[in-house]
């Protein structure tokens, strides 16, 4: 079974802290993704990585980087938290040129910044 | 315009009964679509995919439009255990990045 791993469930984090949400995938996948999901917006993506030290921004990518430098493990970094930036974040990954469309999630990691 | 559009619901219905979602997309060059499954509090997983001859998987039938451009899924006999948000899902048309809608949510009463 695939499994995509995050790092913390629950975090709650104060306005200006740096945050690390880590996510590692098993399966040698090559595509990975982060996530956020807000009640009425729905899944928007933050960044994405297609290989290692390969990443492209997604639709919401601004107060958050990435970092993948191993294959397994990618990074959502917010540099300076803030209150609108509390969330769910999932992140998920794919083999390359998936035609079943599958993305492998994470539980997910509930952030509160306060 | 958002490029997959769904009615968020909720959808009530008892036990038993049938309920039937539709999606739209705005792509027309998409050319894989999907339904996942979101249970409350927990992350999306794969349901079923959509063919274009239409798919059936148990109690669960995806059918597809492509001259409308919408998905349809079809819950037969509702069980309480199918109470969840339901996510449409398109893939193609250039980019290898799913596109989801924002969720049908169902809930199912006894």
């Known amino acids: 079974d695939v499994k995509v791993t995050q790092s913390s469930r629950y975090l709650v984090k104060r306005t200006g802290e740096k945050v690390f949400l880590e996510c590692v995938q098993d399966?040698?996948?090559?595509?990975m993704f982060w996530y956020r999901q807000d009640p009425g917006l729905g899944l928007r993506l933050i960044y994405f990585s297609y290989d290692v030290k390969m990443k492209e921004k997604g639709d919401i990518p601004e107060g958050y980087s990435v970092s993948r430098e191993k294959k397994e493990r990618f990074s959502l970094i917010l540099e300076s938290a803030s209150t609108n930036q509390t969330s769910m974040y999932l992140c998920?990954?794919?083999?390359?040129?998936?035609?079943?469309?599958?993305?492998?999630f994470g539980e997910g990691s509930r952030l509160t910044v306060l | 315009r958002k490029e997959v559009e769904q009615d968020p619901g909720p959808f009530n219905v008892p036990e038993g009964a049938t309920v039937a979602f539709n999606c739209t997309y705005s792509n027309s060059a998409s050319q894989s679509f999907f339904w996942y499954r979101q249970d409350c509090r927990k992350e999306p997983k794969l349901l079923m995919s959509v063919y274009s001859s239409g798919n059936e998987d148990g109690r669960f039938t995806a059918q597809l439009n492509r001259a409308s451009q919408y998905i349809s899924l079809l819950i037969r006999d509702s069980k309480l255990s199918d109470s969840a948000t339901y996510l449409c899902v398109t893939k193609g048309g250039g980019s290898y990045i799913p596109t989801f809608g924002r969720g049908t949510s169902l809930i199912v009463h006894p």
């Open positions: 998920a990954s794919n083999p390359p040129g998936s035609d079943t469309g599958e993305l492998f």
């Open positions: 399966m040698d996948h090559e595509n």
